[in-house]
């Protein structure tokens, strides 16, 4: 089993430029999640998923956009990318709460923007 | 508001113990995480508590008071490869996971 993986693992983009990054998962995990992390600050989630074909917003969901069209990847969308999305981003999955609640996290993208 | 506090940095000695702690503050509460990060990688999961008192994993041991908000991780017999960041996380009423900042471990010889 792979777990969970994420591409690209670099990327640098100019401001407003567009990008997608993916997220697949191999252990049919129900819930999947979007997650940044900046330099001394805890991870903030971005959006999530409960199950195929839904999403929701997090704490920080504004200059994002995902999709869940398949249960296995999750998919993040940057559609104008800004300076302040800078970030190392993670994903994330974990099976339906009251399973367990362990989530188990991709290896990152590292994205600047200029 | 919901809040984790842990401290930003420790340093300890190989072959020590260290003791990192952390309080939360959060809208219901369904139980607290430790994870492990090491510099450029993923997190990876070290422990869970949902019950108060002390969970032992080998070197490792975490604890939780519900009544004091506080849970800490306890790291015996400390090796080279323990330098990490140590992440603590609450899941909250909502089955959401709030982070702390994490506590940046060094160790030296």
């Known amino acids: 089993n792979a777990g969970v993986t994420q591409t690209p693992k670099f990327r640098v983009l100019k401001t407003g430029q567009s990008m997608t990054l993916l997220c697949a998962q191999d252990?049919?995990?129900?819930?999947m999640y979007w997650y940044r992390q900046d330099p001394g600050m805890g991870l903030r989630l971005i959006h999530y998923s409960v199950g195929e074909g839904t999403t929701a917003k997090g704490e920080v969901p504004d200059g994002y956009n995902v999709s869940r069209l398949k249960k296995q990847n999750f998919l993040l969308g940057l559609e104008s990318a800004a300076p302040s999305q800078t970030s190392v981003y993670f994903c994330a999955s974990k099976e339906a709460s009251g399973v367990t609640d362990t989530q188990y996290f991709g290896p990152g993208t590292r994205l600047t923007v200029l | 508001g919901q809040n984790i506090d842990q401290p930003t940095e420790m340093t300890a000695t190989e072959g020590a113990i260290v003791q990192i702690n952390c309080t939360y503050q959060t809208s219901g509460f369904n139980g607290l995480f430790w994870y492990q990060q090491h510099a450029g990688e993923a997190p990876t999961f070290l422990s869970y508590?949902?019950l108060d008192g002390l969970e032992e994993k080998g070197r490792f041991s975490s604890f939780l008071s519900r009544s004091k908000g506080y849970s800490y991780l306890l790291l015996k017999e400390l090796q080279m490869k323990d330098s990490a960041s140590y992440l603590c996380a609450a899941l909250d009423s909502n089955y959401q996971l709030i982070w702390g900042a994490g506590t940046k471990l060094i160790i030296k010889p």
């Open positions: 508590n949902v």
């Open positions: 252990m049919n995990h129900e819930y």
